[in-house]
């Protein structure tokens, strides 16, 4: 049993009946009970301050809001934790995995975002209505408004100094502190452009009818690939750049422009929206399905991997993380995947729009319904 420390709330495990039960002392009314096959292996229970939330802490974690019963967070199980609420959304498990849970949200923006990306200094930036905006995560407030309209791409460079964004005619470059433009290339082609940056942040690519490689030292420019179909959904892992060119995916060396590998995928299945390298597999995403082919492979059809997918998918900029939205019924479901493409943490995501890692892929910012939510993960 667990009580909390100055609200009326007890909880605990009927472990039999396989249940978890919540309910207020003084008066006996049950807050929370959900069926709990977990709870035989549960170490500790913990409220949060607010009494908002209630944490079940063992082989995985499961948290449940006490406001409207739904679970807000799961870590699968495979290991002993312990641990405890630091904040009312911050939960703490054993010596280092922090995850904040969906209760509440650092940011109201009153609008959707489509295009975000996070410096490693809470730094936020965000593409609203063509607008490109600057936003602390610490304190949930738009912090500047750069120069810039029409924007659809947005991605920080240079550790945040820089802020990088595509219009329907250029790619932009921005000084992040004072707004001055720094660099513009227009588009080449008749394809709308894409753009990533470089794990170490001091490059980027665009997309367009070319792979444009920008050095930002000299803003020195190296066309690594051109193609008639243009390339679309473009992204940069450890060495290699990825991209959709026509009806395929191809991986193409950062430095030499060599082609390493391509896929593709089933015309079923729609056309392609985002592309990563995850581990050692190549990975293309449609509007519904995700495939995947071993890096190494050279030319073959990906495999399906799933065909559920409700959302952005997204990868870390070391390779190591993968973010995606899956249909779970009528609800969506976010999940968290390793380089094995095996799953490390799941939560409720309705409505999500983009989402974005840290440069360094421990942190995760997530758009969804008008508000930004930040996630620590394992």
Request: glycine share 10%.
């Amino acid at each position: 049993m667990r009580m909390h420390p100055t609200l009326p709330l007890v909880a605990g495990q009927w472990v039999e009946e396989g249940v978890l039960r919540v309910f207020a002392w003084d008066d006996g009314r049950v807050l929370l009970e959900v069926a709990a096959p977990w709870c035989r292996g549960v170490m500790s229970l913990a409220f949060a301050p607010d009494g908002q939330a209630i944490a079940a802490i063992g082989p995985g974690v499961n948290v449940y809001s006490l406001t409207t019963g739904a679970q807000v967070l799961g870590l699968p199980g495979g290991r002993e934790m312990t641990g405890g609420f630091v904040d009312a959304t911050t939960l703490q498990i054993g010596a280092g995995l922090r995850s904040t849970h969906s209760l509440g949200a650092p940011a109201e923006l009153g609008a959707s975002v489509f295009s975000l990306a996070l410096a490693g200094d809470d730094r936020l930036v965000l593409e609203r209505g063509g607008a490109v905006e600057l936003w602390s995560i610490a304190s949930g407030e738009r912090t500047a408004a750069l120069p810039v309209t029409g924007a659809q791409r947005v991605a920080f460079a240079r550790d945040g100094a820089i802020v990088m964004a595509t219009t329907g005619e250029a790619t932009l470059a921005l000084d992040a502190a004072t707004g001055a433009e720094l660099f513009r290339r227009p588009h080449v082609g008749e394809t709308a452009a894409d753009l990533a940056v470089a794990p170490d942040g001091a490059s980027f690519v665009i997309a367009d009818a070319t792979l444009t490689r920008v050095d930002i030292d000299g803003w020195r420019l190296t066309t690594l690939a051109t193609a008639d179909t243009g390339f679309a959904a473009v992204a940069w892992s450890g060495a290699t750049i990825t991209a959709r060119r026509g009806d395929r995916v191809v991986a193409i060396d950062a430095d030499s422009g060599a082609l390493t590998a391509e896929m593709t995928s089933s015309r079923d299945a729609g056309p392609v929206v985002a592309t990563a390298v995850i581990g050692e597999s190549l990975l293309a995403a449609t509007d519904t399905a995700l495939f995947a082919a071993p890096l190494a492979s050279g030319s073959l059809r990906g495999r399906l991997v799933r065909n559920d997918l409700a959302g952005p998918v997204v990868s870390s900029r070391d390779g190591r993380r993968l973010f995606l939205l899956v249909t779970r019924g009528e609800t969506t479901e976010a999940q968290l995947f390793d380089p094995s493409l095996s799953p490390i943490a799941r939560f409720p995501a309705d409505d999500v729009t983009a989402a974005a890692f840290d440069p360094a892929g421990t942190r995760l910012v997530v758009s969804r319904d008008g508000q930004l939510e930040l996630v620590d993960l394992p």
